[in-house]
C-alpha cells in the first residue's frame, strides 16, 4: 500500500525513527521493520512516496501523526534561530503516537542508559518474553503484554540486562495488569495531572513520565528535559535564567527536581503548546552535532 505526501504535509521517516524517541525499530536496506501492537511492518519513503505492507493506510496516518499541521507547529515554536536550524536541518521529524503500555517500559528502561543499551534491553525482553512473528525474512517479536512480565521472576527479568530496572518494569507490570493504572485514562486527563500519575508510579521520574505523556499520550507541551536539552538551554537560553540558577546548573553533573522543574517550565512557557516537538528538533540538533 501507498501514501502520497503533499508539500503542505513534510514528512521525513528516517529523522523520524532515528531521532531516540523509539527503540524497537530496524533498518533493512531501504526498508524500516517493526512490530506495532502485534502488528509486524514495513515501511519506506521514496520521495514524497511511502510505502507499506502489514498495516494500513489509517495505522501508518496515526502512528506518524500525518494529521499533525506540521507548518502551523513550526510556525508556532519558531521563536529564535537556535530553533529554526533545528527544523531547516530535521524538517519533517514528526512526534510519533507510540502504544502507551510500550512507551512506559521502554523509558522506564532508558534511564541513565545510551540509546544502543536500551536497545538491547528492549530487544531482550521482547524474544523472552514476546511472541515471534516475521516480515519478509525479518524475525521479529511483540512486545511483551502487562501479564507476561507481572509473572516473569526478577533473576529472568535481570538476564534481560535492566539491572535496578528490574524491580520496577516488574511492579509497574503489576499495577498495569491489575488495572490500577489504566493508561489510557491518562491521555483524557490535563498534562499536570496525567504527570502527576505517572510519577506516582515505581521507576517513573519527571523525565520518563514526560517522555511517555509526550510519545504516547497526546501530550504535546510535555518538554522532557535530558542531558542534550540541559546542555542546549545552558548554550542558547541561559539569558532566560538568574545567573546564580545557570552557574549551579554549569556545575552539577545530575539535575535536580527542582532544576528540572524549571527547565520544563521554561520549555513549555517559551515554545507554547507544542513545547514537545520544539524540545524533539532541539535535542536531535544537539546530539547529531556534538
Not at 521525513?12 to 512490530?35: I, M, P, S
Not at 516475521?134 to 535481570?158: M, N, S, V, W
Request: charged fraction near 25%.
Amino acid at each position: 500500500m501507498k501514501i502520497q505526501l503533499s508539500p503542505s504535509r513534510p514528512f521525513n521517516l528516517d529523522f523520524t525513527l532515528c531521532c531516540g524517541q523509539t527503540f524497537r525499530w530496524e533498518k533493512q536496506g531501504d526498508w524500516w521493520y517493526g512490530v506495532v501492537g502485534q502488528a509486524p511492518c514495513k515501511i519506506r519513503q521514496t520521495g514524497k512516496t511511502l510505502a507499506f505492507e502489514g498495516v494500513d493506510a489509517g495505522f501508518v496516518e496515526n502512528y506518524f501523526r500525518l494529521d499533525d499541521d506540521l507548518p502551523e507547529i513550526f510556525s508556532r515554536i519558531n521563536k529564535d534561530r537556535n530553533i529554526e536550524a533545528a527544523i531547516s536541518e530535521f524538517n519533517g521529524l514528526r512526534i510519533l503516537r507510540q502504544e502507551p503500555w510500550e512507551c512506559l517500559i521502554s523509558y522506564i528502561c532508558a534511564t541513565y542508559k545510551s540509546i544502543s543499551a536500551i536497545k538491547g534491553m528492549l530487544a531482550n525482553l521482547s524474544r523472552r518474553f514476546g511472541e515471534e512473528t516475521r516480515k519478509d525474512t525479518q524475525i521479529l517479536y511483540t512486545f511483551p503484554k502487562p501479564a507476561k512480565l507481572a509473572k516473569a521472576g526478577l533473576h529472568e527479568l535481570l538476564a534481560c540486562g535492566l539491572g535496578y530496572r528490574a524491580k520496577y518494569v516488574s511492579e509497574t507490570a503489576k499495577l498495569v495488569r491489575e488495572n490500577t493504572l489504566d493508561l489510557e485514562r491518562l491521555e483524557k486527563m490535563a498534562y499536570a495531572k496525567a504527570k502527576q500519575e505517572l510519577t506516582s508510579l515505581p521507576g517513573v521520574g519527571p523525565k520518563v513520565a514526560d517522555c511517555v505523556l509526550l510519545f504516547s499520550l497526546e501530550k504535546l507541551q510535555a518538554f522532557p528535559v535530558d542531558v542534550w536539552i540541559r546542555r542546549a538551554i545552558l548554550k542558547y537560553y541561559a539569558r532566560y535564567f538568574p545567573k546564580e540558577f545557570v552557574k549551579r546548573l554549569s556545575a552539577q553533573e545530575s539535575l535536580s527536581s527542582s532544576g528540572y522543574e524549571k527547565l520544563g517550565s521554561f520549555g513549555r512557557e517559551y515554545f507554547g503548546d507544542y513545547a514537545g516537538y520544539a524540545q524533539e528538533y532541539l535535542y536531535h540538533h544537539e546530539r547529531m552535532h556534538h
